[in-house]
């Protein structure tokens, strides 16, 4: 269970902490929950942080963001760090995103270390979650990627595609960027008419889900097909096909969005 809360408490004693190596997330392997080092671990492990943000409460204990310079030595082999794939699937989907959380406002700490309007240091805002610039008043807050991912239909069967940039054979489902002055909706039948060039209709929402790869939020929807033939994007799509239900190919892990679309699907067809 965690409440957000950006304002620091006053004792510290019973904190948590996930620590970032770098940009790495710090497990420690022996750990029953490997990505939540207590406050006795870390003031060995990481004494002197580059950055820290405050989260909040992760099951009433007060919880913090900790990044260390990359070059600190991690010590005899009880910690490792890796990016936040290592966790998916390893720890609940309310911890992984605590930990998405933790890593994209570090980030987003280190991008705004200077005002990108006037070039001056840029510092923490006292009362809000922000950094901002004295000098000429800007204010920038954390922010997030909008990304539509559809699934689109045909009966029983989903229209899957390998992208090109995958490292594995596995086919998901479509995805892309919310582009400025877009719609939701205008972006879905854009992105799904580009990479595989057809047209959809009855658009349904399912659900949505923070994607810290790096800093996405997937808005999931349902698409019906409605007209076309497939034709992959160049570069983009390297083989899109419509695939029934009891003939499936290598699909994304059930904690990914696109996993929990095919998964909904297959269960309304069985
Ligand atoms: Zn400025």
């Keep these: 269970m965690f409440e957000p809360d950006h304002r620091e408490p006053d004792n510290v004693d019973e904190a948590h902490y996930l620590v970032f190596h770098g940009t790495n997330l710090v497990t420690n392997m022996r750990a029953t ?3 939540l080092l207590p406050r006795q671990e870390v003031r060995f492990l990481a004494p002197e942080p580059v950055r820290q943000q405050f989260l909040g409460y992760w099951q009433g204990k007060p ?3 900790r ?3 990359h070059s600190t030595g991690l010590g005899n082999g009880q910690y490792q ?3 936040l794939y290592q966790i998916l699937g390893r720890v609940s989907d309310e911890l992984f995103a605590l930990a998405g959380r933790a890593q994209q406002l570090l980030a987003w700490e280190r991008d705004n270390r200077f005002c990108g309007r006037c070039g001056e240091a840029m510092t923490t805002h006292a009362q809000e979650r922000a950094m901002t610039c004295e000098p000429c008043g800007s204010m920038i807050y954390p922010r997030i990627s909008p990304c539509v991912i559809v699934l689109v239909t045909r009966g029983e069967e989903m229209l899957l595609a390998r992208n090109a940039n995958f490292p594995i054979e596995m086919y998901s489902t479509l995805a892309g960027f919310i582009e400025a002055g877009e ?3 205008e972006c879905l039948v854009r992105e799904v008419k580009e990479e595989v060039g057809m047209d959809v209709n009855n658009i349904r929402y399912f659900k949505s889900q923070s994607w810290p790869f790096p800093n996405q939020l997937m808005l ?3 698409a019906a097909y409605e007209a076309g033939e497939i034709v992959c994007e160049d570069d983009e799509i390297a083989e899109a096909y419509w ?3 009891d003939r499936l190919p290598t699909i994304p892990p059930i904690h990914s969005i696109s996993g929990q679309l095919i998964q ?3 269960d309304q067809h069985r």
């Design 33 to 35: 929950v490997p990505c």
């Design 63 to 65: 919880c913090f963001a």
């Design 67 to 69: 990044e260390l310079d």
């Design 81 to 83: 760090s890796g990016n």
């Design 183 to 185: 719609t939701v909706e």
């Design 220 to 222: 999931g929807f349902f």
């Design 243 to 245: 695939f029934k239900p």
């Design 264 to 266: 909904h699907h297959l």
